[in-house]
């Protein structure tokens, strides 16, 4: 039973698309609240479907970070599994999405359209990432509060700038990438 030409061809760009996941976050790890990985996950999942858009979405996260040269998030194993998540979420949406996303013609109703996804899909990681603490640390009504207060400002920024990333690259980036499936004949089901 061997593979067909498009599995490998699939197979090849989960694996390249799982690499820039994890690069992305790597790179840009030194500025704080502003990462490139959500919309790279996001992208994957336009560019593979659901299914593949979230397990290289997993995979990339996962390995970014393990490997987080600030900490590993596996020294702090719910947050690593919520990190984990909350991304593979992005990549899901994006493959959801695409069918819509490739077939609106107004580019600024195509780029309000995605910086309402970026930050939707950044509230919730940010949801997501601070549940995984208080859960850890222990959930009480204070805590929440504190905890709430204390990061909004970092919330706010991250979703400003994932807002902002995904309205003005996301447009682009997905012409971009629908031309190279086509031109390589990458087109998947």
Avoid: K
């Avoid at 919309?39 to 858009?53: D, K, N, Q």
Wanted: aromatic content about 12%; cysteine-free; overall charge neutral.
């Amino acid at each position: 039973m061997g593979m067909s030409l498009s599995e490998y061809r699939r197979l090849a760009l989960m694996s390249l698309w799982t690499g820039m996941i994890a690069t992305l976050g790597i790179v840009f790890v030194f500025i704080p609240n502003v990462e490139l990985v959500i919309l790279a996950a996001f992208l994957g999942g336009t560019a593979l479907g659901p299914r593949h858009g979230f397990i290289v979405a997993i995979l990339g996260e996962a390995i970014f970070s393990a490997l987080n040269p600030i900490g590993s998030g596996l020294g702090f194993p719910v947050l690593f599994v919520f990190q984990v998540f909350s991304v593979g979420f992005a990549g899901l949406l994006g493959g959801f999405a695409s069918g819509m996303i490739n077939n609106w013609e107004s580019s600024v109703r195509l780029s309000v359209m995605l910086g309402a996804l970026g930050l939707i899909i950044t509230v919730f990681y940010d949801f997501m990432t601070t549940l995984s603490f208080l859960l850890t640390a222990g959930i009480s009504e204070t805590s929440l509060l504190g905890t709430i207060s204390t990061g909004m400002l970092f919330f706010v920024v991250h979703m400003i700038s994932n807002t902002i990333i995904f309205s003005l690259f996301g447009p682009a980036l997905i012409s971009l990438i629908n031309r190279q499936l086509l031109m390589h004949r990458l087109i998947l089901e």
